[in-house]
């Protein structure tokens, strides 16, 4: 049986700014099951000037489902999870990621903050069902004392907490995304996918990546719900690199 396969609506925000059901129904004409959109706050139920009924409307007219939100650290905190919970609820999805938070990356006070706050979100998630996460970027890489942030992060927080690993994130940054994922065996519920050190207009299987093997230790040890395209155009504009990055992973037998 085929992997289900999302897109990360980041990759054609133009497209969404501008007509976003009509880009909800592109994404499933190229044969995406999901998408997984960015940037919610946890202040109102809506998302880009759409309500969340709206929204859950346009997910469902296009038959996708929502595989995942990409949020703020504070939608997870204080009165605002409590909106947060009801968003998602409404938009059946139950993987909601912190999208990043380079600041609190920044040092090891900060790092253990954050994952007191992902660790607090996860408990208050599971009852509904739902799973707290943290999304990986460059910066995430980085030594902090003597260690890689990233795995500080994870080493600290409870093995709810989803490790959203973007393989081309997490190259850019300099880190190794195999030995992050060797690290935290079954934390990847949801996985980024996206290439590294591809040509301008390249896509996944254009890069440095050696996919089969990644793909191969991603099924071994983490077996995704989610495998998460993030492959955007210029200005997230046009669908020509979501749609060949979706044929290059069925290519690659996913």
Request: glycine letters at 12%.
């Amino acid at each position: 049986m085929p992997a289900p396969i999302a897109l990360q609506l980041f990759s054609v925000r133009g497209e969404c700014e501008k007509d976003l059901p009509g880009t909800l129904q592109r994404v499933a004409e190229i044969g995406y099951a999901a998408a997984e959109p960015w940037g919610y706050t946890g202040e109102a139920l809506e998302w880009m000037g759409t309500s969340a009924k709206d929204l859950r409307s346009a997910f469902d007219d296009a038959g996708l489902a929502c595989c995942g939100f990409h949020l703020a650290t504070a939608a997870l905190m204080d009165e605002r999870i409590a909106t947060t919970i009801e968003m998602n609820r409404i938009l059946g999805n139950d993987f909601l990621i912190i999208s990043a938070d380079e600041p609190r990356m920044s040092s090891r006070e900060g790092i253990m903050e954050l994952a007191g706050i992902l660790n607090a979100a996860a408990n208050r998630l599971a009852p509904e069902g739902m799973w707290a996460g943290y999304h990986a970027h460059g910066f995430d890489f980085r030594t902090v004392d003597g260690e890689v942030a990233w795995n500080i992060l994870f080493a600290n927080t409870d093995d709810a907490v989803v490790m959203q690993m973007d393989i081309g994130n997490c190259m850019q940054g300099g880190g190794d995304p195999m030995d992050a994922l060797r690290r935290f065996p079954g934390r990847a519920r949801s996985m980024h996918i996206k290439e590294f050190g591809q040509p301008e207009g390249g896509t996944i299987g254009d890069g440095q990546m050696d996919w089969p093997v990644m793909l191969d230790l991603i099924k071994d040890l983490h077996s995704p719900k989610w495998y998460v395209v993030e492959e955007p155009g210029p200005e997230g504009l046009g669908f020509d690199i979501p749609a060949r990055a979706y044929q290059a992973l069925r290519k690659l037998g996913l």
